[in-house]
């Protein structure tokens, strides 16, 4: 399957090599008469040769930091290339296309008698190759004629490694999205491989005076050297690569993977398709105990791909490095990644950081972990979805702007340039100061854009912009004490209180330990601890302007719940009352002794026993503002009960009236009312009990009797019924199961798992205040969302769990936003043991469904888990298909605001409704509404809130939700209905659009007017609208505040 | 605006602004001399209404024939709406004489009196609504004393119609009927949770009436399985003679059995020699378990009257995931 997606993704990806190659083949050829026309120029000082460069070319020399000295002794020269040859993916034909932009590597061969033999050292063969690249560019400003635009970049962020890049121009003055990149390379055996070996250091003193030449000049200059090299083998590697997919069938293809991975994850920076392909090449050739291969050539490109994959995630090139075709060579000071091709005598990974060394490694792991899921769609998530966007990628963003430090000659070695030693210092102090806190910790500058040839080169701005994405560990990052190193450690607690400096103490512990120790606040709930000691390390170590501009990205949430007061552990616990109120009933009514029956389980089926209500259960609540949360009692069988489905609802009545008798006897204070629903249905439950607890909790308790479903399993199967009867029949079936059987489930399975991520909570708060801001609570359900958000925990790939409110969320929206729920089933496995049969019944199961029911009038959307494989307990009474398709259309807007505004976005933004689309908008009066339910409303006078009988009487009483459920029943298939339950006082409506003109019938379900068109024998009907909305008005009395029609109907 | 829509007479009504929705409406009611499928001894005095507004009551049709209309006070017998059930009286069941006929179900082979407990006044629950509301489009039948008056009422309309008067829905009834908004939300709300006493009383009842039910059904079935038809076929109904779940009636004819045979046993020699074999042979026969205590508790419940037998439960094969019938559910 994942390879016959992968041949479609080819082609896709695949540049058509006939046809629109044949300019850029034109092109080239060009380029190379340009280049090879070029005049040769004579040695010159450098000075020299830099103003000429400039005065008569008018193309400034891009040399790498630092500028040679002025007083140089040896001097720059150009003279006709050695050869030009086209390197790189497009050679080798495994170039991919994205975003229709296309790169060729051109790599110009400088001739070995313009180098000395010790230009190895002191950046003499840069500033030379410098020399050599501005005289090529200057070559061609003079040689065209404004049919291409040449700009200077630097190839893959490597300073040292300057090239020119050539975008042919169109007609109407607009560059073409294909680009020729000028490399330059020189002669593979110019410098000995033994002298740029990674131990071996070659920018000697330059700055420093003669004391410190013995020390630095063993410094070790890995980059500087690796860099080096990799200009005198980019030919030998072209011949290698070559070489491997002519060895294995599955490398070229494999190595397409690969950059379709790189580039989804955005890798590219530093780990290219170039270093892949390489990675794959040397596995192949050896990597394993005693030199052998750790990939075989006879695997496919699936299985390299994989593998190399594995192989990436499990072993570490940093602690343990690998060596390929050479011997170990020891390292001292190393702390990149280090896979050593020895032939070539260069490191493969020599441009990974520790932190982009870390991001890859991290990806890789969990793409194979994605790989090894059975229910994630693998291809998508593997290869099509971008995951390169940091707010969905990381829990919390922090963004600031630095000033740039000049390097200290103490560390001026291996050629960093400014912004790279900028980062390694943030890595350093970020990486400490959070410690495990965190999973993962990822930089992100700005990348250098390509600078026009003939400008100068942009002076680096005084301030520089760095966003670190966090990943982080829900269990420790909130910690508030950090202990350090024992006291009796002395450098380690020397090395802790430098880092630390006065925010350090030593403290005793109750186990008798003495540690150096870190105390962070919890007095202000807006700032965080992750926020107090990012501000702390920046100020300590990065300067007092930076902690300014820091930005927290994420953190802004986490507010938008309501209790915004709350951190995220005070937040799980703010349950815990209500849960409690809960179990201590369960006590009360498992110790009854004279009820009938012995009673076999007692179960939550609520929101709010199962952490996910918008709202915090709040115990002390105004009364009349909590609806109650359902509870079921099951007893144990017995063959007494009636083998009748009425009779059985009405026993229950007697045996509620029992129970609330024995609760009101055994407590005091509590008041328990028994209440009827479903009045007009014989089949369905027709009484709950509604208890008080004294401690202010309301349930709302209803008898569960198991033989139910065998009844009205008999009664569906009757042949003998009316198709009206089999319906309402078929209904109660489906409410008895969703009521007893799965709501109880799927209660305590999210339970479990709220305990297993602890932001499983909040994010499903967070979604369900979405949906209700977007108007859409009254189709879909609480349990859908739940479903939705767990998915996100349980199969969160391409990403790892999510550690913030944030990326639970946007990933959820993302999530709805692309799921095609017409073809496609949602499946979540709650705890990880689906097996492939489970998942083949429940796809058959979708498939039936669409069959039967192509025009999904009756079921929409299809979620199914493994504790619900029929996936419509939670969908069936809604959404609708047009109510499923506004849901994904506003997932889709908002993922778009998201990926439009980026990092500016304020959250807010996505919970703002718009009415516009609506055909009319009912307004209630505010004061029959209760918009600031459950929300704790603290009388000023202790004395008002003493709670009487007559309040509790109106306890879970919602007139708007009466007045909306009359006008669903009595208007539900000729108009949608929409409120927001937040903002409370809206209803929002829309026509069907099936209510048009037709011939009179008596059975039509709406209200209708007579139209006569002149000409037309047949008198006709449709719906009468004003009619209609001024029964909508009578029926909402005293409650609607007026009706705004805000389209007219387009039916006449 | 025409007088007749396909045979029916149309009859508009206005609506009177609301603060909240002030714009005049109309409604259009239709009207037609009652012609049901299945001839009924009222069909002829009655008229058949069709798109009834949705706060009808039978207050509010009296009112508008009569009042409004012209009709003298007192000839109206009985407004019976659709899915309402009837009272009593002679009317047959609303179905209107071009609906697409729902069929009524053919009776059932038995327990065809099974929906009888549920319409019995004193089992039936409290309402929680203080008054009905219709749903858009639904039809009613009235019933006239004579069919003078019906046909009085149609002359009426149609002469109404062509002087362009309009009566007002609703004129001047305000307060007759329970008030609709936030006040009949308040008193369903309270309506939900009925008296104690009164509930009890009425699941007593339905439980006296079911237990009464279901010894008719078995009755009936027991004569059912006795008789022979014409052809000299008995019927084959559910309950015959093995019945698993009648445990204690099980037990009771095994106890009479027994009670039969006590000066029996050692009749014969045979009979007394494999005893001995028997009580000899295996020492560890196990003994007939004792009665599901259980049941005792159960007995000792004192509210509900149990019925006095169930119907065993019939083995269920298949199992119903989706059925195909279901979904012409769909609007």
Same mark, same amino acid.
């Given at each position: 399957?994942?390879?016959?997606k992968a041949?479609?993704?080819?082609v896709?990806?695949?540049p058509?090599?006939?046809?629109?190659?044949?300019?850029?083949?034109?092109?080239?050829?060009?380029?190379?008469?340009?280049?090879?026309?070029?005049?040769?120029?004579?040695? /010159?000082?450098?000075?020299?040769?830099?103003?000429?460069?400039?005065?008569?070319?008018?193309?400034?020399?891009?040399?790498?930091?630092?500028?040679?000295?002025?007083?140089?002794?040896?001097?720059?020269?150009?003279?006709k290339?050695?050869?030009?040859?086209?390197?790189?993916?497009?050679?080798?034909?495994?170039?991919?296309?994205v975003?229709?932009?296309?790169g060729?590597?051109?790599?110009v061969?400088m001739?070995?008698?313009?180098?000395?033999?010790?230009?190895?050292?002191?950046?003499?063969?840069?500033?030379?190759?410098?020399?050599?690249?501005?005289?090529?560019?200057?070559?061609?400003?003079?040689?065209?004629?404004?049919?291409?635009a040449? $700009?200077?970049?630097?190839?893959?962020?490597?300073?040292l490694?300057?090239?020119?890049?050539?975008?042919?121009?169109?007609e109407?003055?607009?560059?073409?999205k294909?680009?020729?990149?000028i490399?330059?390379?020189?002669?593979g055996?110019?410098?000995?491989?033994?002298?740029?070996?990674?131990?071996k250091?070659?920018?000697r003193?330059?700055?420093? %005076?003669?004391?410190s030449? %013995?020390?630095?000049?063993?410094?070790?200059?890995?980059?500087?050297n690796?860099?080096l090299?990799?200009?005198?083998?980019?030919?030998?590697?072209?011949k290698?690569?070559?070489?491997?997919?002519?060895?294995?069938?599955?490398?070229s293809?494999?190595?397409?993977?690969?950059?379709?991975?790189?580039r989804?994850?955005?890798?590219?920076?530093?780990?290219?398709?170039?270093?892949w392909?390489?990675?794959?090449?040397?596995?192949?050739?050896? %990597?394993?105990?005693k030199g052998?291969?750790?990939?075989?050539?006879?695997? $496919?490109?699936?299985q390299?791909?994989?593998?190399?994959?594995?192989y990436l995630?499990?072993?570490?090139?940093?602690?343990?490095?690998?060596?390929v075709?050479?011997?170990?060579?020891?390292?001292?000071?190393?702390?990149?990644?280090?896979?050593?091709?020895?032939?070539?005598g @260069?490191?493969?990974?020599?441009?990974?950081?520790?932190?982009?060394?870390?991001?890859?490694?991290?990806?890789?792991?969990?793409?194979?972990?994605l790989?090894?899921?059975p229910?994630?769609?693998?291809?998508?998530?593997?290869?099509?979805?971008?995951?390169?966007?940091?707010?969905?990628?990381?829990?919390?963003?922090?963004?600031?702007r630095?000033?740039?430090?000049?390097?200290?000659?103490?560390?001026?070695?291996?050629?960093?340039?400014?912004?790279?030693y900028?980062?390694?210092?943030?890595?350093?102090?970020?990486?400490?100061?959070?410690?495990?806190?965190?999973?993962l910790?990822?930089?992100?500058?700005?990348p250098?854009?390509?600078?026009?040839?003939?400008?100068?080169?942009?002076?680096?701005?005084?301030?520089?912009?760095?966003?670190?994405?966090?990943?982080?560990?829900?269990?420790?990052?909130?910690?508030?004490? $950090?202990?350090?190193?024992?006291?009796?450690?002395?450098?380690?607690?020397?090395?802790?209180r430098?880092?630390?400096?006065?925010?350090?103490? *030593?403290?005793?512990?109750?186990?008798?330990?003495?540690m150096?120790s870190?105390?962070?606040?919890?007095?202000?709930?807006?700032?965080?601890?992750?926020?107090?000691?990012?501000?702390?390390?920046?100020?300590?170590?990065?300067?007092?302007?930076?902690?300014?501009?820091?930005?927290?990205?994420?953190?802004?949430?986490?507010?938008?719940?309501?209790?915004?007061?709350?951190?995220?552990?005070?937040?799980?616990?703010?349950f815990?009352?209500?849960m409690s109120?809960?179990?201590? *009933?369960?006590? &009360?009514?498992?110790?009854?002794?004279?009820?009938?029956?012995?009673?076999?389980? @007692?179960?939550?089926?609520?929101?709010?026993l199962?952490?996910?209500?918008?709202r915090?259960?709040?115990?002390?609540?105004?009364?009349?503002?909590?609806?109650?949360?359902?509870?079921?009692?099951?007893?144990?069988?017995?063959a007494?009960?009636?083998?009748?489905?009425?009779? =059985?609802q009405?026993?229950?009545?007697?045996? !509620? !009236?029992k129970?609330?008798?024995?609760?009101?006897?055994?407590?005091?204070?509590?008041?328990?009312?028994?209440?009827?629903?479903?009045?007009?249905?014989?089949?369905?439950?027709?009484?709950?009990?509604?208890?008080?607890c004294?401690?202010g909790?309301?349930?709302?308790?209803?008898?569960?009797?198991?033989?139910?479903?065998?009844?009205?399993?008999?009664?569906?199967?009757d042949?003998t019924?009316?198709?009206?009867?089999?319906?309402?029949?078929?209904?109660?079936?489906s409410?008895?199961?969703?009521?007893?059987?799965?709501?109880p489930?799927?209660?305590?399975?999210i339970?479990?798992?709220?305990?297993?991520?602890?932001?499983?909570?909040?994010?499903?708060?967070?979604m369900?205040k979405?949906?209700?801001?977007?108007?859409?609570?009254?189709?879909?359900?609480?349990?859908?969302?739940?479903?939705?958000?767990?998915r996100t925990?349980?199969?969160?790939?391409?990403?790892?769990?999510?550690?913030?409110?944030?990326?639970?969320?946007l990933?959820? !929206?993302?999530?709805?936003?692309?799921?095609?729920w017409?073809?496609?089933?949602?499946?979540?496995?709650?705890?990880?043991?689906?097996?492939?049969?489970?998942?083949?019944?429940?796809?058959?199961?979708?498939?039936?469904?669409?069959?039967?029911?192509?025009?999904?009038?009756?079921?929409?959307?299809?979620?199914?888990?493994? *504790?619900?494989?029929?996936?419509?307990?939670?969908? &069936?009474?809604?959404?609708?298909?047009?109510?499923?398709s506004?849901?994904?259309?506003?997932?889709?807007?908002?993922?778009?605001?998201?990926?439009?505004?980026?990092?500016?976005l304020?959250?807010?933004?996505?919970?703002?409704?718009?009415?516009?689309?609506?055909?009319?908008?009912?307004?209630?009066?505010?004061?029959?509404?209760?918009?600031?339910?459950?929300?704790q409303?603290?009388?000023?006078?202790?004395?008002?809130? =003493?709670?009487?009988?007559?309040?509790?009487?109106?306890?879970?009483?919602?007139?708007?939700?009466?007045?909306?459920?009359?006008?669903?029943a009595?208007?539900?298939?000729?108009?949608?209905?929409?409120?927001?339950?937040?903002?409370?006082?809206?209803?929002?409506?829309?026509w069907?659009?099936?209510?048009?003109?037709?011939p009179w /019938?008596?059975?039509?379900?709406?209200?209708?007017?007579?139209?006569?068109?002149?000409?037309?024998?047949?008198?006709?009907?449709?719906?009468?609208?004003?009619?209609?909305?001024?029964?909508?008005?009578?029926?909402?009395?005293?409650?609607?505040?007026?009706?705004?029609?805000?389209?007219?109907s387009?039916?006449? | 605006?025409?007088?007749?829509?396909?045979?029916y007479?149309?009859?508009?009504?206005?609506?009177?602004?609301?603060?909240?929705?002030?714009e005049?409406?109309?409604?259009?009611?239709? *009207?037609?001399?009652?012609?049901?499928?299945i001839?009924?001894?009222?069909?002829?005095?009655?008229?058949?209404?069709?798109n009834?507004?949705?706060?009808?009551t039978?207050?509010?049709?009296?009112?508008?024939?009569?009042?409004?209309? %012209?009709l003298?006070?007192?000839?109206?017998?009985d407004?019976?709406?659709?899915?309402?059930?009837?009272?009593?009286?002679?009317?047959?069941?609303?179905?209107?004489?071009?609906?697409?006929?729902?069929?009524k179900?053919?009776?059932?082979?038995?327990?065809?009196?099974?929906?009888?407990?549920?319409?019995?006044?004193?089992?039936? !629950?409290?309402?929680?609504?203080?008054?009905?509301?219709?749903t858009?489009?639904?039809?009613?039948?009235?019933?006239f004393?004579?069919?003078?008056?019906?046909?009085?009422?149609?002359?009426?309309?149609k002469?109404?119609?062509?002087?362009r008067?309009?009566?007002?829905?609703?004129?001047?009834?305000?307060?007759?009927?329970?008030?609709?908004?936030?006040?009949?939300?308040?008193?369903?709300?309270?309506?939900?949770?009925?008296?104690?006493t009164?509930?009890?009383?009425?699941?007593?009842?339905?439980?006296?009436?079911?237990?009464?039910?279901?010894?008719?059904?078995?009755?009936?079935?027991?004569r059912q399985?006795?008789?022979?038809?014409?052809?000299?076929f008995?019927?084959?109904?559910?309950?015959?003679?093995t019945?698993?779940?009648?445990?204690?009636a099980?037990?009771?004819?095994?106890?009479?059995?027994?009670?039969?045979? /006590?000066?029996?046993?050692?009749?014969?020699?045979?009979?007394?020699?494999e005893?001995?074999?028997?009580r000899?042979?295996?020492p560890?026969?196990?003994?007939?378990?004792?009665?599901?205590?259980?049941?005792?508790?159960?007995?000792?419940?004192?509210t509900?009257?149990?019925?006095r037998?169930?119907?065993?439960?019939t083995?269920?094969?298949?199992?119903?995931?989706i059925?195909?019938a279901?979904?012409n559910?769909?609007s």
């Amino acid at each position: 399957m994942f390879t016959l997606k992968a041949n479609e993704l080819f082609v896709k990806v695949r540049p058509d090599y006939e046809g629109r190659m044949v300019t850029l083949e034109n092109c080239l050829r060009k380029l190379k008469d340009i280049i090879e026309r070029i005049p040769d120029r004579e040695a /010159k000082p450098i000075l020299q040769a830099e103003r000429e460069q400039l005065d008569s070319h008018k193309v400034r020399i891009p040399f790498p930091q630092p500028r040679p000295a002025k007083d140089a002794k040896y001097t720059l020269a150009y003279s006709k290339p050695a050869e030009i040859n086209v390197v790189g993916s497009y050679a080798r034909r495994t170039s991919i296309v994205v975003g229709g932009q296309l790169g060729i590597d051109l790599a110009v061969t400088m001739p070995s008698h313009i180098f000395q033999e010790k230009d190895y050292l002191n950046y003499r063969y840069f500033y030379k190759r410098a020399y050599y690249l501005a005289c090529i560019a200057s070559g061609f400003e003079e040689a065209q004629e404004d049919e291409y635009a040449i $700009d200077f970049a630097h190839q893959n962020d490597n300073h040292l490694q300057p090239i020119i890049i050539i975008t042919p121009i169109q007609e109407g003055n607009s560059k073409t999205k294909d680009q020729i990149r000028i490399l330059l390379a020189a002669d593979g055996d110019l410098f000995p491989i033994s002298k740029t070996l990674p131990n071996k250091g070659c920018i000697r003193s330059m700055a420093g %005076g003669t004391s410190s030449l %013995g020390s630095s000049s063993k410094r070790p200059t890995p980059y500087y050297n690796a860099s080096l090299r990799s200009e005198c083998s980019s030919l030998a590697y072209l011949k290698y690569l070559h070489a491997s997919s002519l060895q294995s069938d599955g490398f070229s293809d494999a190595c397409q993977l690969g950059s379709v991975w790189l580039r989804q994850r955005g890798l590219g920076r530093e780990f290219g398709p170039f270093e892949w392909a390489c990675t794959v090449a040397l596995l192949m050739q050896g %990597g394993g105990t005693k030199g052998k291969p750790i990939l075989s050539r006879g695997y $496919d490109s699936y299985q390299l791909f994989k593998a190399t994959l594995q192989y990436l995630s499990l072993r570490d090139l940093v602690s343990s490095p690998l060596f390929v075709h050479s011997d170990d060579i020891t390292l001292v000071h190393h702390d990149g990644p280090m896979l050593f091709d020895g032939k070539r005598g @260069i490191n493969i990974l020599f441009k990974l950081t520790p932190w982009s060394y870390a991001t890859l490694k991290h990806e890789a792991g969990v793409t194979i972990k994605l790989l090894n899921d059975p229910l994630s769609d693998q291809f998508d998530a593997c290869l099509i979805t971008r995951v390169d966007d940091l707010l969905q990628r990381f829990d919390y963003v922090v963004k600031m702007r630095t000033r740039q430090v000049p390097i200290p000659t103490s560390q001026m070695v291996d050629a960093l340039n400014e912004e790279t030693y900028l980062c390694h210092r943030v890595h350093k102090a970020f990486s400490t100061g959070l410690g495990d806190r965190i999973r993962l910790l990822h930089l992100e500058t700005p990348p250098i854009l390509p600078w026009d040839a003939a400008a100068p080169q942009e002076s680096t701005k005084a301030l520089y912009q760095v966003q670190v994405g966090l990943l982080l560990d829900p269990e420790n990052f909130s910690r508030t004490v $950090d202990r350090g190193p024992s006291a009796e450690d002395k450098v380690a607690a020397a090395e802790f209180r430098r880092f630390w400096g006065n925010k350090a103490e *030593l403290r005793r512990y109750k186990d008798g330990t003495i540690m150096e120790s870190l105390i962070w606040s919890t007095s202000d709930p807006t700032d965080s601890v992750l926020k107090q000691i990012v501000a702390y390390v920046v100020r300590r170590h990065l300067g007092e302007e930076a902690v300014d501009s820091i930005e927290l990205l994420g953190e802004l949430y986490d507010r938008l719940l309501p209790d915004r007061k709350l951190g995220i552990k005070e937040r799980s616990t703010s349950f815990q009352p209500f849960m409690s109120a809960f179990e201590s *009933l369960e006590k &009360e009514v498992r110790a009854f002794e004279g009820l009938p029956l012995q009673i076999r389980q @007692i179960s939550a089926a609520h929101a709010r026993l199962r952490y996910s209500s918008l709202r915090i259960p709040a115990l002390d609540h105004s009364p009349g503002q909590m609806e109650p949360a359902s509870i079921c009692v099951q007893f144990e069988g017995s063959a007494r009960w009636p083998d009748d489905i009425t009779a =059985v609802q009405r026993t229950k009545i007697a045996f !509620l !009236l029992k129970m609330g008798e024995l609760l009101e006897e055994s407590t005091n204070g509590l008041i328990a009312r028994l209440g009827l629903e479903n009045c007009n249905h014989k089949l369905m439950n027709i009484a709950f009990l509604d208890i008080h607890c004294p401690s202010g909790a309301v349930f709302r308790l209803r008898i569960h009797h198991e033989r139910e479903l065998k009844l009205l399993e008999r009664v569906l199967k009757d042949s003998t019924q009316s198709a009206a009867s089999r319906e309402e029949t078929a209904s109660a079936l489906s409410t008895y199961k969703r009521d007893f059987i799965q709501g109880p489930i799927h209660t305590q399975a999210i339970r479990t798992l709220s305990t297993r991520f602890p932001l499983l909570s909040p994010c499903m708060r967070l979604m369900k205040k979405w949906r209700d801001s977007h108007m859409l609570s009254t189709h879909l359900s609480d349990e859908l969302i739940e479903l939705l958000t767990v998915r996100t925990f349980v199969h969160p790939y391409p990403w790892s769990v999510p550690g913030s409110v944030m990326t639970g969320f946007l990933r959820t !929206l993302t999530f709805v936003s692309k799921w095609d729920w017409q073809n496609e089933p949602l499946i979540v496995d709650f705890n990880g043991e689906m097996a492939g049969p489970e998942i083949e019944a429940i796809n058959l199961c979708f498939e039936a469904w669409r069959k039967i029911d192509p025009a999904m009038n009756r079921v929409a959307i299809f979620a199914a888990s493994n *504790l619900d494989p029929s996936g419509i307990t939670w969908t &069936e009474f809604g959404p609708s298909k047009v109510v499923a398709s506004h849901f994904t259309s506003l997932a889709k807007a908002a993922c778009g605001m998201v990926k439009e505004r980026g990092m500016n976005l304020e959250p807010e933004a996505l919970f703002v409704a718009s009415v516009a689309d609506y055909d009319f908008v009912i307004h209630l009066d505010p004061r029959s509404t209760r918009t600031d339910r459950g929300e704790q409303r603290h009388s000023v006078f202790k004395n008002l809130h =003493v709670q009487s009988d007559q309040d509790k009487s109106l306890a879970g009483f919602d007139p708007v939700q009466l007045f909306l459920g009359e006008l669903r029943a009595m208007y539900g298939s000729n108009i949608l209905f929409f409120r927001d339950e937040l903002g409370g006082s809206l209803i929002a409506g829309l026509w069907n659009p099936q209510t048009g003109l037709r011939p009179w /019938k008596v059975k039509l379900a709406y209200s209708t007017k007579p139209c006569v068109r002149p000409g037309d024998e047949d008198s006709q009907v449709t719906i009468n609208e004003t009619a209609t909305l001024h029964d909508i008005a009578k029926l909402g009395g005293d409650m609607v505040l007026r009706i705004e029609v805000k389209r007219s109907s387009t039916r006449q | 605006m025409p007088q007749q829509i396909a045979g029916y007479s149309i009859l508009p009504l206005s609506l009177p602004p609301v603060p909240s929705f002030p714009e005049t409406a109309t409604h259009y009611l239709y *009207l037609q001399p009652h012609q049901p499928k299945i001839p009924s001894p009222t069909a002829s005095r009655s008229l058949f209404l069709v798109n009834v507004p949705f706060d009808s009551t039978e207050i509010h049709i009296k009112h508008l024939l009569s009042t409004q209309i %012209g009709l003298p006070a007192g000839r109206i017998e009985d407004v019976l709406f659709e899915g309402q059930r009837k009272k009593g009286s002679g009317m047959d069941e609303v179905s209107g004489p071009r609906a697409p006929q729902n069929k009524k179900s053919k009776k059932r082979k038995h327990g065809s009196n099974g929906d009888v407990i549920e319409d019995m006044e004193s089992v039936a !629950l409290p309402s929680v609504w203080d008054r009905d509301l219709r749903t858009d489009g639904l039809t009613a039948v009235v019933l006239f004393v004579d069919r003078a008056s019906m046909d009085a009422v149609l002359k009426a309309v149609k002469s109404s119609l062509k002087e362009r008067r309009v009566p007002v829905w609703g004129e001047a009834l305000e307060g007759k009927v329970p008030a609709l908004g936030s006040a009949r939300y308040l008193n369903h709300h309270s309506l939900t949770y009925p008296n104690k006493t009164q509930l009890l009383e009425s699941v007593n009842n339905y439980m006296t009436a079911f237990a009464g039910k279901e010894a008719s059904q078995a009755r009936s079935l027991a004569r059912q399985r006795q008789e022979a038809d014409a052809d000299g076929f008995v019927t084959v109904t559910r309950g015959g003679r093995t019945n698993p779940a009648r445990q204690e009636a099980a037990q009771e004819q095994a106890e009479k059995q027994k009670e039969k045979q /006590k000066g029996l046993e050692d009749f014969y020699r045979f009979q007394s020699r494999e005893k001995r074999k028997q009580r000899a042979g295996d020492p560890n026969k196990p003994r007939p378990t004792d009665p599901d205590p259980r049941l005792d508790i159960v007995s000792s419940m004192k509210t509900v009257i149990w019925p006095r037998s169930g119907i065993p439960p019939t083995t269920q094969v298949e199992d119903l995931e989706i059925d195909p019938a279901l979904t012409n559910f769909s609007s």
